[in-house]
């Protein structure tokens, strides 16, 4: 009521389609089966008349009672609600199913209701929005996240996916099948050959969560993975970095590609050798397709906005998520950390669904790792910060764990865990639990494949003399 009162008072008729509302509502009384063809289309806001949200309401309720829907059983639950006499009583209610053309055209009617009803929420958001633009005691950064949050909820809730038959979608995957796969695989490979081969790669639709204790390399880690998709597959990747700006994650990125050590760049403290590795690193990152939000604060709210637009842009394939701690949730009132926390690896869950890519989000692990009694420091499922939402919520969780961090400087068989790191699959919804080894090279923030030999230079041209001035991503 209160939408339509600030509707009705711009001067301008708000967009309904009442002749329509009436005919639905008719129907609906008259055809056993037509509710199965709005129930996904309509609910009672959807309706301009608050007489018809109130017969809606009531329809609702008997079908979610499991009670045959005819003129006397919506009479008798408005009596119920206590709404009969208010909406014209037992007179209306018949009157409604005389309006009824053919119930066979019933849903083409309900997408008229349900449009008009967009129509009208468009409008009641851009009336907030110019009022509270000109309001001078009004935060224009509070209205601009209220403006993004309302459109992808209306996004999100008008722009679902139809049902598919499983004859095209059997027919739709044997074409996918014959295909063949690159590399072998069926996602974006994560450029770690054991890893791969537990994950088949990350898969669109994931939520895939990389948690460890602070100082065992998530973010080199996840620099790895972003590296390895822009880079050596010519991917667009995004990374929300919630904690390091974009100076530091990019002389990472550097050091690791062109194996100078992170601390002489930091320092630039630089040999002319190291200089023109840099150099050659440069030329080769140029263009890659990396998009970088150092946004200190942001809300679950804000990621899904700016992803949207991303993908808009730039058909972002991968996003990474550094970390899900330091996002924030929508501030309801009441809600506490752990619901918040809930609401965040959910809504992360969304993005990666609703834009059918993969989306990497870095976890803190709580200190029971520390404290555990015993020599085994491996993290667990239950170490997780607030782990319940974010296990449930996450496709793949994956621990890191390097034995040399806890001064093990051997493993059972007495070899060196000098950088060994374990990749720790605790949780793979479409696979196999396993682990897979790598090695991390500290000075470089690097991770390689244990037996790999890498030369950053191996494919670069040894023309240095001209550098690109501005990325064309």
């Known amino acids: 009521m209160n939408r339509l009162k600030q509707l009705t008072t711009t001067g301008y008729l708000p967009p309904q389609a009442l002749d329509l509302e009436e005919a639905v509502l008719g129907a609906l009384m008259l055809e056993k089966t037509a509710l199965l063809n709005v129930s996904d289309i309509l609910n009672d806001e959807c309706f301009y008349k608050p007489n018809h949200q109130k017969i809606y309401s009531a329809i609702i309720t008997l079908s979610n009672n ?115 796969l690159k590399e072998g695989l069926t996602g974006i490979s994560t450029g770690l050959s054991e890893l791969d081969e537990i994950t088949n790669g990350w898969q669109n639709n994931n939520l895939i969560i990389l948690a460890a204790r602070p100082a065992m390399g998530k973010t080199a880690m996840a620099l790895h993975f972003i590296r390895n998709a822009a880079i050596n597959q010519n991917l667009p990747v995004a990374i929300f970095s919630l904690e390091m700006s974009k100076e530091q994650l990019s002389d990472r990125i550097i050091s690791a590609e062109s194996e100078v050590e992170l601390e002489a760049i930091k320092r630039r403290n630089l040999r002319n050798e190291q200089k023109i590795k840099i150099e050659k690193t440069s030329n080769k990152l140029f263009n890659c397709k990396i998009v970088i939000d150092e946004s200190s ?41 752990e619901q918040e926390i809930s609401e965040i690896s959910r809504g992360l869950k969304h993005i990666a669904k609703d834009l059918n890519i993969p989306v990497i989000a870095l976890s803190q692990l709580s200190r029971a790792v520390e404290s555990r009694p015993g020599g085994n420091k491996k993290p667990m499922l239950s170490d997780l910060r607030e782990s319940g939402s974010i296990e449930q919520d996450a496709d793949v969780v994956m621990f890191l764990y390097r034995p040399e961090y806890y001064g093990i400087e051997e493993d059972e068989n007495g070899n060196s865990t000098f950088g060994l790191t374990e990749i720790i699959i605790a949780k793979n919804r479409d696979g196999i639990v396993d682990t897979a080894r790598c090695k991390f090279v ?10 790999e030999s890498f030369d950053p230079f191996e494919e670069i041209s040894e023309n240095i003399n001209t550098m690109p001035q501005s990325s064309k991503f």
């Open 66 to 180: 499991a009670i045959a829907i005819d003129i006397l059983t919506v009479c008798e639950q408005l009596k119920k609600d206590g709404n009969l006499e208010s909406i014209g009583g037992f007179f209306y209610i018949t009157e409604l199913t005389n309006r009824v053309a053919s119930a066979a055209n019933i849903e083409f009617h309900a997408k008229i209701i349900k449009q008009k009803f967009i129509q009208r929420d468009l409008i009641r958001l851009g009336t907030e929005i110019i009022k509270n633009s000109y309001d001078d005691t009004s935060d224009p950064f509070e209205t601009i996240e209220y403006s993004t949050n309302n459109l992808y909820e209306m996004i999100s809730g008008t722009l679902g996916r139809d049902f598919v038959t499983f004859d095209s979608l059997v027919s739709e995957r044997y074409k996918l099948y014959c295909e063949g």
């Open 297 to 337: 604060t942001l809300t679950i709210n804000q990621v899904k906005a700016k992803a949207i637009r991303l993908k808009q842009k730039h058909d972002i394939k991968l996003i990474v998520v550094d970390y899900l701690q330091l996002l924030s949730g929508s501030n309801k009132k009441g809600a506490n950390r």
């Open 442 to 451: 500290g000075k470089f923030q690097r991770f390689e494949n244990e037996n």
